[in-house]
């Protein structure tokens, strides 16, 4: 079946330091990609979404391109701040008898220090 | 208010207790959904409504049971639950041909 596979946290890091935070799909058909973040105490909000290979989908500094030939749609920001601290949910979706379905991975909790 | 609303915010029931919880949107949406969202467990997709139809019910225990009324309100009927229910329960909403699904802040709910 369809399913999302991303790396396992937590992931620790510094202030400004480098984020890459792996994602792979498999799944039957084409699927849109989706980043999901989650801040302490509050419900999921969409990051960014790729719905076509190559795409790539960018918010608050965060980027993720939409690659078929690897199934991935990893994670990456430059330079991470305190405020970026939460969990990570990559996902995809298929359309489903009219109403879409979101298939998520499994969360990676970041933690940045300053 | 926008956005996705759920309330309570936070729960605290018996096992033998009967109780509700509500989730509304204000986005215009025709599809809703229910999710559970427990400690180190993938966020689990309980039940989809379109255009006020069950289209999806993943094998819920009948304990939990999904209401809604109309495209911007949704419920979740709840008795004889177990502790092993204690977790975070999500709404969610989305256009019927959008990609994208909004969340509310969630539901804490503890089973005692």
């Known amino acids: 079946g369809d399913s999302v596979t991303q790396m396992e946290g937590p992931v620790t890091l510094s202030e400004e330091a480098f984020l890459t935070i792996n994602c792979t799909y498999t799944?039957?058909?084409?699927?849109?990609l989706f980043w999901y973040v989650q801040y302490p105490g509050e419900g999921l909000q969409l990051l960014l979404k790729a719905t076509k290979a190559d795409d790539k989908g960018s918010n608050k500094g965060f980027e993720a391109t939409y690659r078929k030939e690897t199934t991935s749609f990893h994670l990456e920001k430059g330079s991470v701040q305190v405020s970026d601290s939460a969990v990570y949910f990559c996902a995809l979706t298929l359309p489903q008898g009219g109403s879409e379905k979101l298939v998520f991975g499994k969360g990676t909790k970041l933690t940045v220090n300053p | 208010e926008t956005g996705v609303t759920q309330t309570p915010r936070h729960l605290v029931m018996g096992m033998t207790n009967k109780k509700s919880l509500k989730c509304e949107q204000h986005l215009g949406h025709n599809a809703m959904y229910w999710y559970k969202q427990s400690a180190k467990k993938p966020l689990e997709l309980m039940f989809v409504?379109?255009?006020?139809?069950?289209?999806e019910n993943n094998s819920v225990p009948s304990r939990f049971s999904p209401e809604c009324p109309n495209s911007s309100h949704l419920f979740l009927h709840l008795h004889t639950l177990q502790p092993e229910d204690s977790a975070l329960y999500l709404c969610a909403s989305s256009l019927k041909t959008s990609y994208e699904q909004y969340f509310g802040p969630g539901t804490r709910l503890t089973v005692t």
């Open positions: 409504y379109n255009f006020k139809e069950q289209t």
């Open positions: 799944a039957t058909g084409y699927p849109s």
